[in-house]
């Protein structure tokens, strides 16, 4: 069972930005609407529980949720830009910071697949989170195909520890492998 905040630091402050060799990361926004609801594709979504958005309007919704989320100490939800020219790449966070045991996700555009953008901004939060959370391991689940993003929990010494089968929201099943990853 999960302990709630009480148990925990104060809650913590969702930091403006977080800087990497070639990212920055910032606070989920609904300023950032269409960028995300341009690539937030079905190519990229093909392997996640999330629905690919049939208009901005959803994403909207889903943007306001998540600043609403970030406010109260319950997530650390993120949009990922490139640190040189502000391209939007991405999102992702960590998921139930008030909890012993948070959950990270990442996705990336399409046209920056490969390039190892959510290893170095799931580094980042990592690191975030090791200096501003208390928690016992971070999870980190992922459809078991997906040999990409397995990569990154594997890159911070993460540990399968199940298996198990979900629905994702366009009704099929996936397959997941849940990591913990401890603290260094």
């Not at 996640?48 to 943007?63: F, R, V």
């Not at 996705?107 to 501003?132: C, F, M, P, S």
Request: without cysteine; aromatic residues 10%; charged residues 30%.
């Amino acid at each position: 069972m999960d302990m709630k905040k009480e148990n925990f630091k104060e809650k913590v402050d969702i930091p403006t930005e977080l800087l990497t060799e070639r990212l920055l990361l910032r606070p989920t926004s609904v300023k950032y609407s269409k960028e995300v609801f341009d690539h937030f594709t079905d190519e990229v979504t093909v392997l996640m529980l999330p629905s690919t958005p049939k208009e901005e309007s959803e994403t909207i919704e889903y943007l306001k949720s998540a600043e609403e989320k970030n406010k109260n100490g319950e997530n650390y939800e993120i949009l990922i830009f490139l640190k040189d020219t502000d391209e939007f790449i991405g999102g992702g966070g960590i998921n139930h910071i008030d909890t012993e045991t948070p959950e990270l996700g990442i996705w990336v555009k399409k046209q920056a697949h490969g390039k190892h953008y959510g290893r170095e901004a799931i580094t980042a939060l990592k690191e975030w989170a090791d200096q501003n959370l208390q928690y016992q391991y971070l999870k980190y689940p992922v459809e078991i195909s997906n040999v990409p993003s397995r990569k990154i929990p594997e890159s911070l010494g993460g540990k399968v520890v199940k298996e198990y089968d979900v629905q994702n929201q366009n009704g099929l099943t996936q397959h997941l492998v849940e990591y913990q990853i401890f603290k260094k």
